[in-house]
């Protein structure tokens, strides 16, 4: 994944319309809300469950995370987070992240890892941790 900032910028917009049409597909709201963020988490503990099932990290996994991870920096951004996507090499390889005043969230691999590794990676909590660290 090697894309410019504005690359990413045009990509996680497109990525937080496809996020609203999974949420009503699947029956739910996002509202930009801080508490709409557990819906996020539930969509991924279903996620993780099909994931499970297949025992394949399949691209789509990693399509869902993109849009997941495009919601919640909206989510914030709405609060009044100034971020912006940038490519990192952080884990080694080429990723993104959101860069906020004072860290870079790794927005994507918390949904991808929530996918995979299961409840231990649990979204509502780490972003709750952020919630709180930015005093939102």
Not at 104 to 116: A, E, G, Q, S, V
């Amino acid at each position: 994944m090697k894309y410019t900032e504005e690359e990413l910028e045009i990509i996680m917009q497109c990525g937080i319309k496809e996020a609203l049409e999974l949420a009503k597909e699947n029956g739910i709201t996002f509202d930009f809300s801080h508490e709409s963020v557990k819906d996020v988490e539930k969509l991924l503990e279903e996620f993780h469950h099909d994931y499970k099932k297949l025992k394949n990290e399949e691209e789509a996994f990693h399509g869902l995370s993109m849009i997941l991870a495009a919601y919640i920096a909206e989510v914030l951004t709405r609060r009044g987070v100034k971020g912006k996507w940038i490519p990192t090499t952080r884990f080694g390889q080429d990723t993104i992240a959101f860069k906020v005043p004072g860290a870079d969230l790794m927005l994507y691999h918390w949904c991808l890892k929530r996918i995979f590794d299961g409840k231990q990676d649990d979204v509502w909590l780490k972003y709750q941790n952020v919630v709180r660290a930015l005093k939102l």
